[in-house]
């Protein structure tokens, strides 16, 4: 069964400290993708990023980075030096290429607030 | 160019009123999906178009759930006798393609339709 598990209900920093949110997958497909969304106050989602199973280099974007591992099917996401804005809820999600839909499976989302 | 959009952004109903969504994708895009959203959840899958067929049904809750997209564009989601269990954001997103595969596809998600059953 598919299924993102994010234990951290919500986490609260103080501005420019490091944050890494913790992002667990099960899948039984060999080939899927995951990805990491924000969704800020105002209620959209906005897109982070997107990697495939085949793909365990970690990726870094400005002060965001990924970290991919495959061993203990974790795709955890981290902020550095962390700003005001960042405050928002953060979902991982999943999708496996064997289904015919490309559905994504979410986490619970883990809350972010980023105190000045 | 435009992106998904949704009508209307905000409902307010009384519960055993039915209510219908309607979801405008991304020209051109094949496939289309509904996802609900309550609150303080992610976003879960309730369904799936290419073009007009929709040919996953698997997360719809029961059968006051409805969906259509009887052109290939313009998809309606209906919720007949609405419950308060309903309250939650309706999202809709599109993408080019959306059979599975090595090649990901994008969805590009729309702002939602904040639903409210009193």
């Known amino acids: 069964a598919q299924k993102v598990t994010q234990a951290q209900t919500e986490i609260s920093v103080v501005e420019k400290e490091d944050v890494t949110l913790d992002c667990v997958y099960e899948?039984?497909?060999?080939?899927?993708?995951l990805f990491w969304y924000k969704q800020p106050p105002s209620g959209e989602l906005v897109f982070l990023i997107r990697r495939n199973s085949f793909d365990e280099q970690n990726e870094i974007s400005g002060r965001y980075s990924w970290n991919f591992q495959k061993s203990t099917s974790s795709f955890n996401f981290t902020i550095t030096a962390s700003q005001v804005v960042d405050s928002a809820v953060y979902f991982c999600?999943?999708?496996?290429?064997?289904?015919?839909?490309?559905?994504?499976?979410f986490g619970t989302g883990t809350l972010l607030a980023v105190q000045p | 160019g435009a992106g998904v959009s949704q009508s209307p952004r905000y409902k307010v109903t009384k519960r055993g009123q039915d209510v219908a969504l309607r979801c405008d994708p991304i020209?051109?895009?094949?496939?289309l999906y509904w996802y609900r959203q309550a609150l303080g959840q992610g976003p879960e899958f309730l369904t799936y178009f290419n073009y007009e067929a929709q040919q996953d049904k698997s997360g719809l809750p029961n059968d006051r759930f409805s969906a259509e997209r009887p052109e290939g564009s313009i998809s309606t989601l209906t919720i007949q006798r609405t419950e308060q269990r309903d309250s939650a954001m309706y999202r809709c997103a599109s993408s080019l393609e959306g059979t599975g595969g090595p090649v990901w596809n994008e969805q590009f998600f729309g702002p939602g339709t904040r639903l409210t059953v009193l």
């Open positions: 999600a999943l999708s496996e290429a064997s289904g015919a839909t490309n559905k994504l499976i």
């Open positions: 020209s051109g895009h094949v496939s």
């Open positions: 899948t039984r497909d060999t080939t899927y993708y």
